[in-house]
């Protein structure tokens, strides 16, 4: 039998990476992070100088980037065209750009087929905006992770300065919010919680509580359909 696929979304700074990997962890399954990959072009483009309103550019220039993900001594580790770029997309600049990279239906076209491809024997956990909703709407378990925008800001800015980077605390929270519109608004494949996804809040809760509550979805979903 295939082994079910685990689709996680919710908003940017949920923690849906974090969570995700040691869901995968915990099951025995592959984690893949679609925004990563997202992430990826959109640096590859900004590297290229090439304006993100210019799609048609942006798409093909998205056409000609090899993604690959692998895991290296237990991390996920993101290939663009050969070149590890696992630190670079996390900049505050590969972060703006990527929400409206990947609202552009040529760009998400293309991945979308990359991550069906990779999840095809199932035995998943894969992380995003639209997994649930529109990369694998019959996936067996759908979670939409959330918490309150400050709460997101609060764990970028600390995510930021493990990196060394300085980041603004009120500034990011209103980028969180700017970015919930957009991704929640557009007209493609729009960040929306799937009828069928169940809503897992993490504002209070520490990773291992929101893992251990993904888990017993899992269990509660495979084991009895519910």
């Known amino acids: 039998m295939r082994r079910p696929i685990v689709a996680i979304d919710g908003p940017a700074g949920a923690g849906k990476s974090t969570v995700a990997k040691g869901v995968a962890e915990r099951l025995g399954y592959l984690y893949i992070d679609t925004g990563a990959m997202y992430r990826a072009i959109a640096l590859q483009v900004a590297r290229a100088g090439i304006l993100v309103s210019d799609q048609s550019a942006v798409v093909a220039h998205a056409l000609k980037t090899d993604i690959i993900l692998q895991t290296i001594d237990g991390e996920q580790h993101v290939f663009a065209n050969g070149e590890?770029?696992?630190?670079?997309?996390?900049?505050?600049?590969?972060?703006?750009?990527?929400?409206?990279?990947?609202?552009?239906?040529g760009v998400r076209k293309r991945l979308v087929e990359l991550q069906r491809r990779i999840a095809s024997d199932g035995g998943v956990v894969m992380e995003g905006r639209d997994i649930g909703t529109v990369v694998f709407p019959d996936a067996e378990v759908k979670v939409f992770l959330t918490a309150s925008a400050q709460e997101r800001a609060r764990r970028r800015v600390e995510q930021m300065k493990e990196m060394g980077v300085e980041a603004d605390l009120e500034k990011t929270a209103e980028e969180m919010r700017e970015r919930d519109l957009?991704?929640?608004?557009?007209?493609?494949?729009?960040?929306?919680q799937a009828p069928d996804a169940v809503l897992v809040d993490t504002d209070g809760l520490t990773v291992e509580q929101v893992i251990e509550a993904i888990v017993?979805?899992?269990?509660?979903?495979?084991?009895?359909g519910e």
């Open 84 to 105: 590890d770029v696992s630190a670079a997309i996390r900049t505050p600049e590969a972060t703006r750009a990527s929400s409206p990279v990947s609202a552009i239906p």
């Open 182 to 192: 957009r991704d929640s608004s557009r007209a493609t494949a729009p960040l929306v």
């Open 216 to 224: 017993a979805i899992h269990n509660r979903r495979t084991e009895t």
